[in-house]
């Protein structure tokens, strides 16, 4: 009986455990924007894929609800967005290169990275997942 009881917490704390699991991603910053020039530009003008696992990481003074286009920007970008612990709070799969419609997420944010459109499902990044930065 106390071998059933053993075995049944332990189901229950695995499903537990399971349900409150993160992912750990990494992703190589190649650019950052911190001034309101910089993050007005982005990538604009860029022709050229980013390298695999890499972007431009937009720092924020203050959370915000900002907006992106792809005015100019002629690859399609995912958009990850992070709180002050780089937790993901949303994203923005497959924004299409030149469309000028802006587009957000219903979170606020500190951090927000551009990667190649792809990067998001290819790494399976989702709410919750924590993202570390390499430069």
């Given at each position: 009986?106390?071998?059933?009881?053993?075995?049944?917490?332990?189901?229950?704390?695995?499903?537990?455990?399971?349900?409150?699991?993160?992912?750990?991603?990494?992703?190589?910053?190649?650019?950052?924007?911190?001034?309101?020039?910089?993050?007005?530009?982005?990538?604009?003008?860029?022709?050229?894929?980013?390298?695999?696992?890499?972007?431009?990481?937009?720092?924020?003074?203050?959370?915000?609800?900002?907006?992106?286009?792809?005015?100019?920007?002629?690859?399609?970008?995912?958009?990850?967005?992070?709180d002050e612990n780089k937790n993901?709070?949303?994203?923005?799969?497959?924004?299409?290169?030149?469309?000028?419609?802006?587009?957000?997420?219903?979170?606020?944010?500190?951090?927000?990275?551009?990667?190649?459109?792809?990067?998001?499902?290819?790494?399976?990044?989702?709410?919750?997942?924590?993202?570390?930065?390499k430069f």
């Amino acid at each position: 009986m106390f071998v059933i009881i053993l075995l049944l917490i332990t189901i229950i704390l695995l499903l537990s455990f399971s349900e409150t699991y993160k992912s750990f991603h990494s992703i190589r910053i190649i650019e950052i924007a911190k001034t309101n020039d910089e993050k007005a530009k982005g990538l604009m003008n860029r022709k050229e894929k980013l390298p695999v696992k890499s972007g431009m990481l937009f720092v924020y003074d203050f959370f915000n609800k900002s907006q992106f286009w792809m005015k100019n920007t002629y690859i399609n970008l995912d958009i990850i967005f992070l709180d002050e612990n780089k937790n993901v709070v949303g994203v923005l799969e497959n924004m299409k290169a030149r469309d000028e419609t802006l587009k957000g997420i219903d979170k606020e944010f500190i951090y927000a990275i551009e990667v190649n459109a792809g990067t998001v499902d290819c790494m399976k990044i989702k709410v919750g997942d924590y993202i570390s930065f390499k430069f």
